[in-house]
């Protein structure tokens, strides 16, 4: 093999295309090299290498060097791209799905492609071969077993590529013997029988860590996770002559760097890959990656584009060009793709499994072009964190670019970020048809406990002609995961593809886990319609949930699922089963697209409170697939008048709260009209309501804040009970219209801590009800005062359950205090954990929390505080900033059920205080306790004021007493026996 050293002339050449460059960076190449073809066979099935089955793990290269700036980026709210509900569009079965590999090397990588009668499959580091109806003609056996340049090679990392346009396959893994990168190319369409080329082609010096390859005209472009901190000069981008190794010749091999480029430690930049049956012009092959606001060094976030103009006669002469920048002008809506600080790991599993690598900084392969007779298409898409303000949760966006015309600026023609629930998705990978559809496969997966996902595998997709932005199909699984993940290490990848042979079905290949076993499975699928003549009914537009008529308007979406246009058929509707009413759509439905229609004949749907079921139907003469005709929903008649507060948005736990707090409630009409002129009202603890009236008008089914004029005295330290209510005159369902949340104002809140860099402080947390996992750091604190549960005094123990993400033995400690005074200061006797050690990352740890036996009854504010004690301020102290740690703020309600049976009766009396005005205030128990009560009244310096004795009234206890001359400020007060009663506090003004 001959090399070529770039010389001082090529230098030179660097220089002035850099000088004449006026708008975008341009370089020449900064490596050179060549290789020459080993042929191979055929593939003998006697000679294959089985794969390993040792535990193998793969850690991407440049971690650890992340420039991420804590704050920096927007959005600084929700992702404005976000799609939050789901496709409705009937999705299809899967046409074939079928685990393709079984391994414990960690990650898979899985990878694959259809050509016109198999498929082949690719793992870390081993291959297998399918026909196309997923049977396996191939056993799995190492890379090794290619023979040639593969020989002994095993380190993996494997693409595997159909080249439509040559009608072959690649094989690829990389090498570091010496650092190199391998390619096998079939010598025809059949994997088995027509043998390969294989070539060896050196990288200079640096493993060329994720290769992700494409398809272009005149190369096989590769683009890698390399040399990150000099990626705008190092070669990071290579380019593989095509055409010589069609032919089994020597083949050059062309490196560039990306000028201009910024990288986050590991990174991933995309190559534009050819398909759909015309190759584009040679030249201007474009290289594409994200460019993320929260990095140093990028002020707004975008999408960079290069393009590579291979010269291989001269290839010294050949370009790399930054060509554009898509930003907000451009249609790029801001994204956060960074993930915990660039750490790698960042979505919690199911139970105690460690938290999965979200894949971030990567451009998800593969990123698909596409010509069409009007202009080119590109689909891509990579992960984001869809709400900075939360705990991590991953969405997809993706893009569809557009060019008007070879070598024409590119243009965001729609954009979507994928993230229709609570469930996080990534890992995905995009393909378009032929006909402009797009498929979406990706993972799935969420740790909650009520709805756990392992990690699955699901698809969605849109039609060419459905509103852009969004992903329209109704998500369908390929598989269900049954186990966690037991490593953080995922993927790195997933793998679509279209099938060459109608270049419409979808090939998929995913991981999923089954106990200690990595699993890849391919789902088979296709978007584009089965028949030409196929129509039915997929939604219900009116009537709505609302108060409804004897005389309803019914209006339905058709959908065609065929190609051919259609019109003259007839719909019908029935309410409840009964008599349908049909009638004659005479308008005309284009192929794969829908349209509304309105019934002329109405339906009675006047009873108040009562649930309707309407099926509509379509009957077109010669429908080829009647199982998708018919469509069932149900509309309810709601009571007109039915309203609520749903939320208190303001105040929130602070510190140095004021007498003056403004108070702000959401409202929502749960009705079927719309309301104007309600009558709300809030209560600090059990003052005396302040009653004012919402002014506005709320339509049926939407809500609206409103803030009170009169304001709140929250300037005591302490926690503080606010209840909020509507008052609507003739509400349907009283129920729902109040809400009741704590806030408190404390003597410190602790802020300003680092809990991103190392992962320092406390990631989950559990005391018997309350389980908080995956727990954002922000600044260092948190409010979860939100978060409540009883404990047991009679019990005495509990299991507190920490997890933190740094692995420092001895280091990381927490400690937890509970405020038994309930004064807003968590003191040193209330301090119930000292200095627990937390002794490794990413698991549970358990330790003993032992309540007093004198521990008042009622609800406390409890603090908890984690950190690395070795480098942080004083963990013990509440109100010290840990450098490197994390404190959060929790409820909990002490009870006790060794009482006896009266004490069990005061115990869960109901307990109200209320301002008569004038300072005079009306106490009432309401118990079945009957025996008499001693009442006291306390300052927050523990001074008694009042004592008295009360009598019952027969249905509890009632007792008023005068507080006009007291100082402004928090009060207890307490009503019980000896050994238990009621306290609460109340609020002079």
């Not at 140093?296 to 584009?305: F, I, N, P």
């Not at 802020?751 to 908080?772: M, P």
């Not at 001074?943 to 009234?953: A, D």
Request: glycine content about 8%; proline content about 6%; charged content about 20%.
């Amino acid at each position: 093999m001959k090399r070529f050293k770039l010389i001082l002339s090529l230098s030179i050449f660097f220089i002035v295309l850099q000088a004449t460059a006026q708008e975008r960076e341009v370089s020449g190449p900064v490596y050179l090299d060549s290789a020459r073809a080993v042929p191979v066979s055929a593939i003998s099935k006697k000679k294959l290498i089985p794969p390993s089955t040792e535990f193998k793990i793969v850690n991407p290269r440049n971690r650890g060097i992340n420039q991420v700036v804590p704050g920096k980026g927007l959005p600084k709210t929700m992702d404005p791209t976000r799609q939050a509900e789901p496709g409705e569009l009937p999705s299809k079965a899967t046409i074939l799905s079928f685990d393709a590999a079984s391994s414990r090397s960690t990650p898979t990588d899985p990878t694959g492609a259809a050509g016109p009668n198999h498929y082949v499959n690719g793992w870390n580091s081993a291959f297998s071969i399918f026909d196309k109806n997923g049977n396996q003609i191939v056993p799995p056996a190492s890379l090794a077993s290619i023979g040639g340049e593969f020989t002994n090679e095993t380190l993996g990392d494997p693409i595997i590529l159909y080249d439509e346009f040559a009608d072959r396959f690649l094989i690829t893994q990389f090498s570091d013997t010496p650092e190199s990168f391998l390619v096998a190319v079939s010598r025809g369409p059949d994997p088995v029988n027509d043998g390969w080329y294989t070539y060896r082609f050196t990288t200079n010096g640096a493993l060329p860590d994720y290769p992700k390859i494409s398809v272009w005209s005149d190369g096989y472009y590769v683009t890698t996770n390399k040399n990150s901190r000099t990626a705008s000069t190092s070669q990071v981008v290579y380019v593989f002559e095509r055409d010589r190794m069609l032919q089994g010749e020597t083949a050059q091999v062309v490196g560039f760097p990306l000028p201009g480029i910024n990288t986050n430690g590991f990174y991933s930049p995309a190559g534009f890959h050819a398909m759909g049956g015309e190759l584009p012009p040679r030249g201007n092959s474009p290289v594409i990656y994200m460019q993320d606001d929260s990095w140093a060094g990028v002020s707004e976030d975008h999408l960079k584009l290069w393009n590579i103009n291979m010269n291989w006669t001269s290839p010294g002469l050949s370009t790399i060009q930054e060509h554009q920048e898509l930003g907000a002008a451009q249609g790029v809506s801001p994204f956060i793709a960074t993930f915990d600080g660039g750490a790698f790991s960042n979505l919690a599993q199911p139970g105690s499994a460690p938290d999965l690598d979200a894949l971030q900084a990567t451009m998800m392969y593969m990123t698909q072009y596409r010509r069409f007779p009007t202009h080119n298409s590109v689909v891509l898409n990579f992960v984001v964190d869809i709400d900075p303000t939360a705990a991590e949760h991953a969405g997809i966006r993706w893009y569809e670019l557009r060019q008007a015309g070879d070598g024409e600026p590119w243009d965001v023609f729609q954009e979507g970020t994928y993230a229709p629930d609570k469930s996080d998705r990534f890992s995905g990978s995009i393909g378009m048809d032929r006909e402009g559809n797009i498929g979406l496969g990706f993972t799935v997966l969420d740790d909650s406990p009520e709805t756990p996902i392992y990690p699955s595998i699901r698809y969605t997709g849109r039609y060419a002609t459905d509103p852009p932005g969004v992903m329209t199909v109704e998500e369908t699984t390929i598989v269900e995961g049954l186990s966690p993940n037991p490593s953080s290490r995922y993927g790195d990848y997933a793998h679509l593809v279209l099938d060459p042979l109608d270049d419409v079905t979808f090939w998929h290949n995913g991981e999923y886990f089954e106990g200690v076993d990595r699993r890849n499975r391919v789902g088979v699928f296709k978007l584009a319609p089965d028949f030409t003549n196929d129509v039915g009914v997929i939604g219900l537009v009116a009537p709505r949930n609302a108060t409804l008529s004897n005389a309803e308007e019914i209006t339905v979406v058709i959908r065609n699922f065929g190609t051919n246009a259609q019109s003259n058929f007839q719909v019908s509707y029935a309410v409840e089963g009964g008599e349908p009413v049909t009638e004659m759509f005479t308008g005309t439905v284009p192929g794969t697209s829908s349209v509304e229609f309105t019934f002329s004949t109405t339906a009675n749907l006047g009873e108040i409170g009562t649930d309707y079921e309407i099926t509509a139907q379509t009957f077109l003469p010669g429908d080829e697939n009647d199982e998708n005709d018919e469509y069932t929903t149900t509309v309810r008649n709601l009571f007109p008048k039915d309203v609520g507060v749903t939320s208190i948005d303001a105040p929130k736990t602070g510190l140095e709260l004021t007498s003056a707090e403004e108070v702000t409630i959401t409202i929502e009409n749960f009705g079927g009209e719309p309301q104007s002129n309600i009558p709300v009202a809030y209560m600090l603890e059990n003052n005396i309501r302040v009653r004012e009236v919402f002014p506005g008008t709320i339509p049926v089914g939407q809500n609206a804040v409103y803030t009170f004029s009169r304001t709140a005295n929250l300037s005591a330290f302490g926690r503080f009970r606010i209840t909020a209510e509507t008052m609507l005159e003739g509400d349907a369902i009283p129920a729902n219209d109040a809400f009741s949340t704590s806030v408190a104002n404390l003597d410190c809140i602790p802020t300003g801590s680092d809990c991103t860099s190392h992962g320092d402080g406390i990631h989950s947390f559990e005391l018997a009800g309350i389980l908080n996992e995956r727990i954002p750091c922000v600044d260092g604190y948190a409010d979860f005062i939100q978060y409540s549960t009883d404990l047991d005094r009679a019990q005495g123990t509990y299991i507190v359950r920490v997890k933190t993400l740094y692995d420092s033995p001895q280091d990381e400690q927490f400690s937890l205090w509970i405020d038994f005074n309930d004064n807003g200061v968590f003191d040193e006797e209330e301090r119930l954990i000292s200095s627990a050690v937390i002794p490794s990352a990413n698991t549970w740890h358990e330790y003993e929390l032992d309540l007093p036996a004198n521990a008042a009854l009622g609800e406390h504010l409890m603090r908890v505080r984690g950190g690395d004690v070795t480098f942080s301020g004083d963990l013990n102290d509440p109100c010290s900033v840990m450098e490197y740690g994390s404190t959060h703020d929790y409820s909990v309600r002490i009870i006790d059920s060794s009482l006896s049976l009266d004490d069990f009766l005061l115990n869960e009396a109901r307990l109200e205080i209320a301002e008569q005005g004038n300072g005079v205030f009306r106490v009432f128990l309401e118990t079945d306790f009957d025996r008499p009560l001693r009442v006291t009244v306390h300052n927050l310096l523990g001074q008694k004021l009042i004592e008295n004795q009360v009598e019952s009234t027969g249905r509890g206890y009632l007792y008023e007493f005068d507080m006009s001359y007291a100082a402004t400020g928090v009060y207890l007060l307490r009503i019980g026996t000896r050994e238990v009663g009621k306290v609460k506090r109340f609020l002079v003004k």
